[in-house]
């Protein structure tokens, strides 16, 4: 017990030498407890806090001017994608159709009414037909002048319909000082059979018809027939070699094969002939005219222009096309943001194959439409101005687009624009007749 006790008090002794070590003289119960006290208070000061406020502020806004910009980058690099893939996909569609414009299939001749034997009279015009400037501007050839494949006008203020075909729906107004521009063509691949509702040329090198689609699918088997009297030719010259053979092997089972099935073959080709005749009769009773082994495409006509729609509070520029379907022109919008389309004309002036001018459509002449005088159109210069959709209030456009010999266009408003121009070489124009 005693031996306890003197544990207990060296330890308390040992305890109190250690807080003497510390604290020094100063040991009492208020001088430990302030000096914890200030051990264990340690924080920042105003002036700490303030510095350090101020670090924080100029991090954040230097974070936030970097989020902006490149929110800022992010909406200019779409609002330009469009853009380009709006004015690429409108020239590329415009020169597809003008590379095949004037593109007749196998017709060797130029075509027109005279060239079409299998038309003694015009094709009847289809509905609402686009009539473009000329005698002779409708969708299918007249007996009259020259038949024009290409023509093209600018939209005015004074005459927003020239084609007389145009159609204006509420919320919609047609484009002035952009150009209107129509091709006539076939379809470039051949087709064995016809679809009701649209029209087709069928021809050979020679001759031709244009006719709807029951019409030229009676017309088309006159070339059925003659492809058909050939096979049933090589089927029977092919099963009198086989009989012959069998003849002089009589003996041989696979010669008589031959045989049998070279006779099968000839009486299948003989009924595809009786088929063809019947197709023929028909043809025939209908008043269709023969045309010998042709081929059929389908007839286009395509009109270009630019119609404006309103669209809530904001007017947006619409590229139009109209094709024949249903036998009628209809219209139909085909790409957003093209707000003016413009065409210039290469002309030849002495038949040496080179364009010596560029003529707008304004200043063209019927002289020139018409080929008057060896002048033909080798190829035609576009120009396409693509618009942004909606309007930028922290962008104004003071730009200059120059479209053709036009005056310059400044547009001076918040919307972001493009200007394409390409120039295309038309090839079946150049070309009288086919070797």
């Known amino acids: 017990m005693v031996a306890e006790r003197q544990v207990k008090k060296d330890a308390k002794l040992s305890f109190k030498h250690l807080l003497y070590e510390i604290y020094g003289s100063g040991l009492n119960m208020k001088n430990i407890i302030a000096r914890q006290t200030r051990h264990t208070a340690n924080g920042f000061t105003l002036v700490e806090l303030m510095i350090s406020l101020s670090i924080g502020l100029v991090l954040f806004a230097g974070v936030m001017s970097v989020f902006v910009g490149m929110r800022t980058t992010t909406s200019d690099t779409s609002s330009f994608g469009e853009l380009q893939e709006n004015g690429r996909f409108a020239v590329s569609v415009l020169t597809d159709d003008l590379l095949r414009q004037n593109f007749w299939g196998d017709l060797s001749e130029t075509f027109s009414l005279s060239s079409l034997s299998g038309n003694p009279v015009a094709p009847a015009a289809p509905g609402n037909d686009c009539v473009g400037a000329g005698v002779n501007n409708a969708t299918f050839p007249q007996a009259v002048g020259p038949f024009r494949t290409l023509w093209g006008q600018t939209i005015v203020a004074g005459s927003l319909n020239p084609l007389n075909c145009f159609t204006t729906p509420a919320n919609t107004q047609m ?176 038949t040496d194959g080179i364009v010596n001018a560029f003529v707008s459509a304004t200043n063209m002449t019927s002289d020139l439409w018409n080929d008057t005088g060896g002048t033909r159109i080798l190829a035609v210069k576009m120009f396409v101005l693509a618009r942004g959709i909606n309007p930028d209030s922290k962008y104004t456009n003071t730009n200059s687009y120059q479209l053709g010999d036009d005056l310059p266009f400044i547009p001076n408003d918040n919307y972001r624009r493009l200007l394409f121009s390409s120039t295309v070489t038309l090839y079946n124009t150049s070309v009288e007749a086919w070797e």
């Not at 009589?250 to 008589?256: E, F, H, L, Q, W």
């Not at 009924?271 to 197709?279: C, E, G, L, R």
């Not at 028909?282 to 729609?309: C, F, K, L, S, T």
Request: aromatic share 8%; no cysteine; charged share 15%.
């Open 175 to 350: 484009m002035v000082n952009s150009d209107v521009i129509q091709l006539k063509r076939v379809i470039s691949n051949p087709v064995g059979v016809a679809s009701a509702g649209n029209y087709y040329l069928v021809a050979n090198l020679s001759t031709g018809g244009v006719f709807t689609g029951d019409a030229a699918n009676s017309a088309y088997v006159y070339g059925a027939s003659v492809d058909a009297v050939a096979n049933a030719a090589e089927a029977s010259d092919a099963s009198d070699a086989a009989d012959a053979a069998a003849a002089a092997a009589p003996d041989d089972d696979d010669a008589a094969a031959a045989a049998a099935h070279a006779a099968a073959a000839e009486t299948t080709a003989a009924n595809a002939v009786v088929t063809a005749n019947a197709a023929i009769g028909v043809a025939v009773a209908a008043g269709v005219p023969v045309i010998v082994n042709p081929r059929m495409w389908e007839y286009q006509h395509h009109v270009y222009y630019v119609r404006q729609e309103l669209v809530g509070s904001n007017s947006v520029p619409v590229l139009m096309q109209g094709r024949l379907a249903n036998f009628n022109m209809n219209f139909s919008p085909i790409i957003d943001g093209i707000e003016r389309i413009r065409f210039m004309y290469g002309i030849d002036t002495d």
